[in-house]
C-alpha cells in the first residue's frame, strides 16, 4: 500500500488536565519553566518518528492564539516531509472536547486511529479496539523501564532517538 499523506492531531484543554491546580503555575503554562504545547504534546512526534523515522526536513510554527492568558506557547504545527509523502501535525492546549488521532491516507483507504478510545476505523469498520485504558499505559511503561534496568537490557527508543525528537521538536533538525 502506498501512504499518500500522515495527519496528526493532539489537543485538550489545558486547565482540565491537573484538577484542584491553577493551570497557569504549572510549569505547562510557563515558558521559564520550559512549558509549552510543543514539548508537553511531544508523544506525537516520538510515534511518527518510531513509525517512519528521521523526516528529510521539519518545519514548524508555534504560537499562543487562545485566550488561556500563558506565557508558553498553547498551539504547534508541524510538516515533516518524508520520501514519498508528509506527515501534518497540530498540538494545541485550548480544545474543550479533547481529540487525539492519527490519520493514515492510503492510495485505496484511509485508517482513522482514535487515540483516546483505542480503536482504528476503515471504511467505517473498526478493524482494531483495545480495552487498555491509558492509566495502564503509565504502568506498562514503568514495568518495561524497570525490567530493562533489572536486566541491563537496551529500551527499544535510546537517548539518541529521544534527542531525534527533541531536534524535531525544537524545530533544529538540520
Known amino acids: 500500500k502506498k501512504l499518500n499523506e500522515v495527519n496528526v492531531y493532539c489537543g485538550s484543554y489545558l486547565p482540565e488536565w491537573r484538577p484542584d491546580t491553577d493551570f497557569r503555575k504549572t510549569y505547562s503554562a510557563n515558558s ?3 512549558g509549552g504545547v510543543h514539548l508537553d504534546l511531544i508523544h506525537e512526534l516520538d510515534y511518527l518518528y518510531w513509525l517512519f523515522g528521521i523526516p528529510k526536513s521539519v518545519k514548524s510554527k ?7 492568558g500563558i506565557s508558553s506557547f498553547d498551539y504547534a504545527n508541524y ?3 518524508y520520501d514519498g509523502f508528509c506527515a501534518w501535525v497540530i ?3 485550548y480544545r474543550r472536547d ?3 488521532a492519527l490519520e493514515l491516507v492510503f492510495e485505496d483507504e ?3 486511529v482514535d487515540l483516546l478510545n483505542n480503536q482504528i476505523n476503515c471504511n467505517n469498520k473498526i478493524i482494531f479496539s483495545s480495552e487498555q485504558r491509558i492509566s495502564d499505559t503509565y504502568q506498562n511503561q514503568m514495568n518495561y523501564f524497570t525490567k530493562c534496568l533489572i536486566k541491563k537490557e537496551d529500551t527499544f527508543n535510546t537517548v539518541s532517538d529521544a ?3 527533541l531536534k524535531i521538536c525544537l524545530n533544529q533538525w538540520y
Open 98 to 100: 479533547p481529540k487525539r
Open 79 to 81: 510538516i515533516l516531509d
Open 62 to 68: 508555534f504560537k499562543s492564539y487562545s485566550s488561556l
Open 163 to 165: 534527542y531525534s525528537v
Open 110 to 112: 484511509t485508517w482513522n
Open 32 to 34: 521559564n519553566l520550559g
Open 91 to 93: 498540538l494545541n492546549y
